[in-house]
């Protein structure tokens, strides 16, 4: 990376979670990589609440997230962002694509698309049905982008050059669903366009979805972010922390406790001690020895012993 892209004016990071939950280690590992990124280079660091999919959004989870993350003492700047309350942006993104005819109606059901065969991430690729219109008395249910053939390739910060095949491993996606709701893909990509977000920082359960979001970048005229995906976290069965697996709740009122375990996780070596040092103390020592060489590499890690 080069020397211009890490001074803090030209560094932007965010922290994106999904109200689905309680904050669980997984979560937290990538608010903290993210964090102490974005402090270290004298970054900022924005908060965005990712409830685009109101449907999987539980009640009261947005507001357990943001009074965990404060009582951890995070600090972020600006004001917390809702996707919900950004449809207007959103649709301004789609009527764009649609204009430039860059997207189509599909009429396939969730069953006729997922008959067709697998993509790489074991969802189901969409074979290309509607494309060049609707089948004879269908309707249209959701929208989906065309993907033309050829490799997506970024270089990640930390799991270096990452390439897919859209055409051939995901299909043309979806970008406005069946429900109308929009997708989470073009929701992302418009926010951290929208809000100036140069680097983004998160988990590598959602590395599969970046070429996704270049190609909507690309697609946009809107500018690509520098990309690092941390290990996930997962548990003993091999499984990602979330809702599902019954991620057990951060402890907020041991801090210090959990921010240690994460910071062990990314591979940061706290000094004995630090656990029981206070609040303000954890995050001087985080960001003033934040070693990004000496996070792990592999895309999956296992939760510690009792988180
Ligand atoms: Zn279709």
Redesign the pocket.
Known sequence: MKASETSGLNYRGRFAPSPTGVLHFGSLVAAVGSYLEARAAGGEWLLRIEDVDEPRTAAGAADSILRTLERMGFAWDGEVVFQSRRTGRYRAAFERLRLSAAVFA???SRR??ADSGLGTDGAPR?PG???DG?PPARAAR?W?LKVEPGRVCFEDVLQGRICQDLATEVGDFVVLRADGFFAYQLAVVVDDAEQGVTHIVRGADLIDSTPRQIYLQRQLGLPQPTYLHLPAVVNALGEKLSKQTRAQPIDEHRPQASLTAALEFLGQAPPDGLAEAGLEDVWHWAIAHWQRQHLPRCRIAPAPAGW
């Open positions: 599909c009429a396939c006729e698309v969409y049905t509607c494309r609707l959701a989906r």
